[in-house]
């Protein structure tokens, strides 16, 4: 919600702005896999309890990087993301 948010708001900053697109993508994405996942059973739930920690980590790992000043790029995402953000004109 943060990351759409921030979108929203900031007109300025890249920097913000890249992060602000990268957690939206990053966490949009997480939790529509986990809700699928969720609903098949057993190994399916596991899975999802999985992929809710992987993003936890992947949110203490973006908000250490942009703390500390550093454009961090999530394998994959980081590109996806520095690509809409270019398309992105809100």
């Not at 908000?63 to 992105?88: C, H, N, S, T």
Request: aromatic share 14%; charged share 15%; glycine share 8%.
């Amino acid at each position: 919600m943060t990351g759409i948010i921030l979108l929203l708001l900031e007109r300025e900053s890249d920097f913000v702005r890249f992060h602000a697109m990268q957690s939206t993508i990053t966490f949009l994405g997480i939790t529509v896999l986990a809700w699928i996942l969720a609903v098949i059973p057993f190994i399916g739930l596991l899975l999802s309890h999985l992929l809710w920690l992987l993003g936890v980590i992947l949110w203490i790992v973006g908000m250490v990087k942009a703390y500390q000043g550093e454009r961090y790029k999530f394998p994959f995402i980081g590109d996806l993301a520095e690509q809409w953000l270019g398309k992105v004109n809100i």
